[in-house]
């Protein structure tokens, strides 16, 4: 009892020493604690600086600045709660001051009540109109509320009053966030025009042109923000997506291999410039870099199958088997996969693993019979004297399936039976007088032979009908031309069926004979040349090279 007696009067005690402060003592006591507390933020202490605080605040209850002192601590700890009431009690004791407001804003926008945040920072910018910071973050509220309208004018008045480039160009953003791109073209053209180094808006406004689907225009001022940040990679891949957008392929890949000499480890664009050379049929390109690609993702079954495919291509087909069977290990139940490695097995003198792979590809949801896949992995495979019994058979059984009509036909032509070959596509025509594919081809034969000419015009301008930037119906006409002895518009033809398809080489070599005819001899060795370079170990192609250079 008289232990608690003792700490009673001690309390006592303690409360008439803190009543006998003079206004003097409190006010020095207020300051002394102040003090203390702003050492203990420096140190990141904020709890304990809190605490210091608030026995500041209970000696001076009227004080705005420690009621604002507490809230902007607690703020700072994410207490959205305790840093609104502290706020409030600021602004109630101090309604005109604007640091007041602002933190009670930057409150209840931590709380997420957005309206409330907005209604203080109106009041701030009243307070503070000369201060551009408080109407940008007004103008982001009046944007996150949805009212963009009045975000836009906020920002419009601040770049008027500021004339900051910065301003402007977040007024811009705004504008395109709006979907408003003239204006935003507009206000970065401003920006250009005080300072023309200014690469942020030269971005901005290809930015518009490329949001506008003028890709154009678009490339052309990425092209100038390009020239004065040269270290800006951002901008060199937008200048690859525009060119592959544009159907700019060479210019394309060239800003890939620039963008890759500098980003080596970029793996995704490396699979990009794969596909880019692939599209180009440009295989040591494609092959390099899918190879590439696949030190980074071994397991990729697109650069896998694609690597095989290309192989197959350039027939090296131990190695085509090999990239495809790795392929299937990955995907077992891929059935294009199957045929592919059963075409390897044909092409490599394997017909029963050929015949076990077609098998797995029916299993797994291929329509077509065996014989027929036999007679197209024979024809892939350039076996087409092997290929033809089974297309005759199947063509016994369906005399109308256009898809056995046009293998047999192939094969016939290839074996060297034109006369069965002009039959067959001629009934091809019968079923479908429109297709594209067997016009040209047709029209094409004909004009191998020299026979025919007008006839094989007359066929692969309906092709072209059909598919004017196909580069191999181009190039089919180019090549009438030149049995006709009409030299220039060969030259034409099959000068924009290369531009369209420079990784072909079949139509390099068109374009060297039309070169030579023309005396461009240096011109058709150059084509000669890389049609070697495309396809290696025709030694028919270094014959004219070699005669050309007598």
Not at 41 to 70: F, M, P
Not at 166 to 175: A, E, P, V
């Amino acid at each position: 009892m008289r232990k608690i007696l003792i700490m009673l009067l001690l309390v006592l005690a303690g409360c008439a020493k803190r009543q006998m402060l003079t206004p003097e003592q409190s006010q020095l006591e207020v300051m002394d604690q102040v003090m203390q507390a702003a050492m203990l933020e420096q140190d990141g202490q904020t709890r304990q600086a809190i605490a210091l605080y608030k026995s500041a605040l209970r000696l001076d209850k009227g004080s705005a600045l420690l009621n604002l002192l507490v809230a902007q601590n607690y703020y700072e700890l994410g207490n959205d709660t305790l840093a609104v009431l502290y706020a409030r009690r600021a602004v109630k004791l101090e309604p005109d001051n604007a640091d007041n407001r602002l933190m009670l804003g930057n409150a209840y926008m931590m709380a997420r009540e957005l309206e409330l945040s907005l209604e203080q920072y109106r009041a701030a910018v009243k307070l503070k109109p000369e201060d551009p910071d408080v109407s940008i973050t007004t103008a982001g509220l009046y944007e996150a509320l949805g009212r963009r309208d009045s975000a836009i004018a906020v920002m419009e008045n601040i770049a008027r009053q500021t004339g900051d480039p910065d301003i402007m160009m977040q007024l811009g953003s705004m504008l395109m966030r709006d979907r408003q791109g003239g204006p935003a073209r507009e206000i970065y053209r401003q920006v250009i025009n005080r300072d023309s180094s200014n690469v942020r808006a030269w971005i901005s406004l290809a930015a518009v042109y490329e949001v506008g689907q003028q890709p154009d225009s678009a490339l052309y001022f990425y092209g100038i923000a390009a020239r004065l940040d040269p270290e800006n990679l951002s901008i060199q891949k937008h200048i690859f997506n525009l060119l592959l957008s544009l159907n700019q392929y060479e210019w394309a890949a060239q800003q890939a291999r620039a963008i890759l000499a500098r980003e080596p480890g970029n793996a995704s664009l490396r699979l990009q410039l794969a596909r880019l050379y692939y599209h180009q049929q440009d295989l040591s390109g494609a092959e390099e870099n899918f190879l590439a690609y696949l030190e980074s993702d071994s397991s990729n079954t697109e650069a896998l199958f694609t690597v095989a495919r290309i192989n197959f291509q350039k027939k090296d087909y131990p190695r085509a088997r090999r990239y495809f069977q790795r392929t299937m290990d990955l995907l077992p139940k891929m059935a294009e996969g199957w045929v592919a490695l059963g075409n390897c097995f044909l092409a490599l003198d394997q017909p029963d693993s050929a015949t076990a792979s077609y098998r797995n590809a029916r299993r797994y949801g291929l329509k077509q019979d065996l014989e027929q896949l036999m007679g197209a992995g024979y024809s892939l495979s350039e076996k087409y004297r092997e290929a033809i019994p089974f297309f005759q058979d199947q063509y016994r059984k369906n005399p109308k399936d256009p898809d056995l009509l046009f293998g047999l036909a192939v094969a016939y032509e290839r074996s060297g039976d034109f006369d069965n070959a002009v039959g067959m596509f001629k009934k091809l025509l019968g079923i479908d007088p429109k297709s594209a594919i067997v016009l040209n081809y047709l029209g094409y034969m004909y004009a191998d032979k020299g026979q025919n000419l007008e006839e094989a015009k007359d066929l692969i301008a309906k092709a072209l009908e059909a598919e004017p930037n196909n580069a191999f119906y181009i190039d089919s006409m180019g090549w009438v031309f030149y049995k006709m002895g009409r030299l220039e518009e060969a030259k034409e033809s099959l000068e924009t069926a290369v531009n369209l398809l420079p990784g072909d080489a079949t139509l390099r070599d068109h374009l060297g004979d039309v070169y030579l005819s023309l005396n461009l001899k240096q011109q058709a060795i150059e084509q000669w040349q890389k049609s070697l370079e495309l396809d290696p170990g025709k030694d028919i192609i270094q014959e004219k090279i070699n005669a050309a250079q007598k």
